[in-house]
């Protein structure tokens, strides 16, 4: 507890005293024009104002992304670069559809801009600077290569024979396998086997584990590859990299929604309805509490986040997770599908605790991206001399990469996800990488 006081006390400090609060009132003053557009012409106001809020969301989104942290891929870039697209690009489809843009629509959209404005402005707009990575222990990342590739040979064969529930514990294994294969020197035939052998079980994984849904688990994996080597080469060269390929990966999805998934659900499901529904849907749950349909849950979504590892069977009345708690709310139908609805993190914030909610997530999931921060830069800074090190290093980047899943559907998934990929990840490291255990 003391350690949290002392992180938040570091944390406000270094906020007065940033130096880089300039561009950010800029940013500030373009939100409040986009707001001012309903004002003053209530007639067409709120097309004018969702499509300036949207836009400035948007570019906002893609410049923090840029912006923060240097040549480094930051956890708060990521967040900034996920609202860009689930909110900003999003809010802009909404604003193109036939007919006058809904003022559901517009408040959803203003919510996901100065949530996010407000983090930067007061968790993270004080840059960090991040050393590169170092490596000095070959032995260490060829130990990482052979045991990734075992776990996830093992993954993809559990997968092959219809465990498809135990996908995450694939997509650890393959973090873990991408981080080592990355490290490791090996030259000449051997590397190229072992990359021809990595890239036999992706495929496999794909074919077995992947029907169209769980994008955001391929989003993951190449971001913990996408995070790493930015760590690396110490140039923005990977940030570039991510923003030019981020409109061919979107459409890439889209298409593999679109032929995979769509027949199973239907209209939620189509090719970009994961993307752009969300931010109707948060508009759908403020329509619906003023309507009375239902009632603030006070926190349940986040009791049932914290006992995600506690079996339903030994505990008859847990709550559900937010993406399961809206599909009973929004789509009843489908209750027994097994099917997530999604309505981005302050949509959990507000179905819990109402407007002081979103308010408080500012702070909460503010600081949780700041201490995220922290950890991955004293990470980077360290050699990876010595199994643990390794481990580490990979339990990190998988908390980093998941980051666009926490702000599209709240913390359950999130913590669903991440808490299985490290449940895998240690249960490899806990016989081989113990801190008494050498490097060999």
């Given amino acids: ?19 880089h609060l300039a561009p950010l009132f800029g940013w500030g003053a373009a939100g409040i024009v986009a707001m001012m557009l309903r004002a003053a012409d209530p007639t067409v106001g709120a097309d004018y104002s969702q499509n300036a809020t949207a836009a400035v969301t948007l570019a906002f989104g893609v410049w923090a992304f840029w912006a923060h942290g240097g040549p480094q891929i930051t956890t708060a870039g990521l967040y900034c670069l996920s609202v860009a697209v689930f909110v900003g690009y999003a809010g802009l489809w909404w604003s193109a559809q036939p007919g006058t843009t809904s003022p559901l629509i517009v408040t959803a959209t203003l919510t996901g801009w100065w949530t996010t404005y407000a983090m930067y402005l007061i968790c993270w707009s004080r840059p960090r600077q991040y050393a590169r990575l170092r490596v000095s222990s070959p032995e260490v990342t060829h130990w990482g290569v052979w045991m990734g590739l075992a776990a996830a040979a093992a993954g993809t064969a559990l997968g092959a024979i219809g465990y498809g529930s135990l996908v995450q514990f694939s997509v650890g294994a393959l973090s873990l396998l991408t981080v080592a294969l990355m490290l490791h020197r090996a030259q000449g035939h051997r590397a190229v086997g072992r990359l021809i052998l ?12 992947f029907s169209g849904y769980g994008r955001l688990n391929l989003v993951a994996l190449a971001l913990v590859a996408l995070v790493l080597a930015s760590a690396r080469t ?207």
Avoid: C
């Fill in 1 to 19: 507890m003391t350690a949290v006081v002392e992180d938040a006390v570091v944390l406000i400090r270094d906020q007065i005293t940033s130096r």
């Fill in 198 to 209: 990595a890239g036999g079980i992706v495929a496999v994984f794909w074919q077995t584990s």
């Fill in 234 to 440: 110490g140039r923005r060269t990977v940030k570039a990299l991510v923003l030019g390929a981020a409109v061919p990966a979107l459409w890439v999805f889209v298409r593999i929604r679109e032929q995979l998934g769509v027949e199973l659900y239907g209209r939620e499901l189509d090719g970009l309805g994961s993307v752009v529904n969300p931010l109707g849907t948060f508009g759908r749950l403020v329509d619906g509490h003023s309507l009375g349909t239902y009632s603030f849950e006070h926190g349940s979504t986040f009791l049932a986040t914290a006992t995600f590892w506690v079996p339903g069977q030994w505990w008859s009345g847990k709550p559900d997770g937010f993406g399961a708690e809206l599909v009973a709310l929004l789509y009843p139908e489908l209750v027994n599908s097994n099917h997530s609805v999604a309505a981005h993190a302050y949509g959990e914030w507000y179905f819990n605790f109402g407007w002081l909610g979103v308010v408080a997530m500012v702070p909460a999931i503010g600081w949780f991206v700041w201490w995220l921060d922290r950890l991955l830069g004293r990470t980077v800074a360290r050699p990876v001399d010595s199994r643990r090190r390794l481990m580490v290093l990979v339990a990190i980047l998988v908390a980093v990469a998941a980051i666009p899943t926490l702000m599209w559907v709240g913390s359950f998934t999130y913590a669903a996800r991440v808490g299985q990929q490290l449940l895998i990840l240690a249960v490899i490291a806990l016989p081989f990488a113990s801190r008494r255990q050498n490097n060999e």
